[in-house]
């Protein structure tokens, strides 16, 4: 045999490196010394929202903020003439806005001083990671929510009904502790009730207007809990119909609404605003556990506030149930949209630092023929 690697013969038609590069889900682009494109895939078009023929007479500071670490990385490149990678980088301008990507960037060698950077959406990877999570934060309260019901319900209504027959017989002093027993034993029945909801199947799911989902949401809210909050709606006209249960789905949301103006109330502070987002995000189709196929959920909803951001130190079990921060608060309203989201074959993403804090559900398009039966 001839020196070689392959034992096989090569691919009879080689592909060109161009056509793989154009190819690439990852955003690809090439500057040249002055910082200009010299070359984008698909994906940086899609990424800068930007055509390449848009794009050939621009240099990446026509699209990124002067000042950005991306041009930090880009010197680097070059007086090094080595590869630097940097994580969780924010793009924002006015046509493209996300978060979590990291970008490397190395030498072009034909190209005096070019550069070619490589960009990563990392969001994903870490929604996928939470959406483990939630999904087995919605496990443990749907089982611990039909153990109590079941364990708790019956015991209850005996001490009530006790407590209500004592009641009619006991001396007067003694009257205050026995309503006490009932007053308690309904609180506990009323938890339990909210409980419950957790224990239920799955319900009927069709075609849902998301928008008039969260008009409906918003009007509730402006009516009651959340009426001295301003609401913005930045929603996407086109956007397809939710496969879904339109109660639960109005549930879910107001749950975020209501946490949104809770954290804007509590802050006392000037400006309180909440953003309802709708939009339809290409790609969003992730591997469910255990299952073979991949779940479709393009259709985002996200509720946005820029209220103080999620306290330190709960964000790893938010939606676990119990978990609150609040002296009132019972801690299942987000254990709640977990349960929603992963009926519905969902997602949840949660990003919150002080000022800005963002749910953002992924759902699936009814009549989507890709979408897995459920
Ligand atoms: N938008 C937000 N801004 C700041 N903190 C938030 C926000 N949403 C949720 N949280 C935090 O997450 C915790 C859990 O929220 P969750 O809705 O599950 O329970 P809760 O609001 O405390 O009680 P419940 O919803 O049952 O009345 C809250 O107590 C709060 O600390
Ligand atoms: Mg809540």
Known sequence: MSGGLFRSPPPRRALDPGVAMAA?????????????????????????????????????????????PLFGLIAEVRQGNLIVVQHDLAFEGPRLAREGISVQGAPLPEIADGV????????????????????????????????????????????????????????????????????????????????????????????????????HVRRLAQSGFASSVRFVETYDPSLPPVLGNRDQ?????????????????????????????????????????????????????AVRDNGPGIPDGITQNLFDPF?????????LGLALVAKIVADHGGLIEMESRPGRTEFRLFLPMANDDSAPAR
């Open 24 to 68: 690439l889900p990852m955003p690809v682009l090439a500057l040249d010394a002055h910082d200009r494109f010299v070359f984008v895939n698909h994906a940086a078009e899609y990424f800068f929202g930007i055509s390449a023929g848009q794009l050939g007479g621009l240099a990446i500071g026509d699209l990124v903020r002067p000042g950005h």
């Open 116 to 215: 070619l950077l490589v960009l990563q959406d990392t969001s994903a990877a870490r929604a996928l990671d939470r959406q483990l999570t939630f999904r087995k934060a919605a496990q443990n309260v749907t089982n611990m929510a039909a153990m109590l019901a079941h364990e708790v319900k019956n015991p209850l209504s005996g001490i009530r009904g006790a407590a209500q027959l004592l009641e009619a017989s006991v001396a007067e002093a003694d009257r205050e502790l026995t309503v006490l027993i009932r007053d308690e034993a309904d609180r506990i029945r009323t938890l339990v009730d909210r409980m419950e909801v957790f224990g239920e199947k799955p319900s009927e799911r069709g075609a849902v207007n998301i928008h008039r989902v969260l008009e």
């Open 249 to 301: 789905l109005v549930q879910a949301v107001l749950n975020l609404v209501k946490n949104a103006a809770e954290a804007l109330t509590e802050a006392a502070m000037a400006g309180a605003e909440i953003t309802l987002i709708t939009a339809y995000r290409h790609g969003m189709r992730l591997a469910t556990p255990g299952g073979e196929q991949r779940a479709h959920v393009p259709l985002m909803v």
């Open 323 to 331: 978990i609150t921060s609040k002296a009132a608060g019972s801690g």
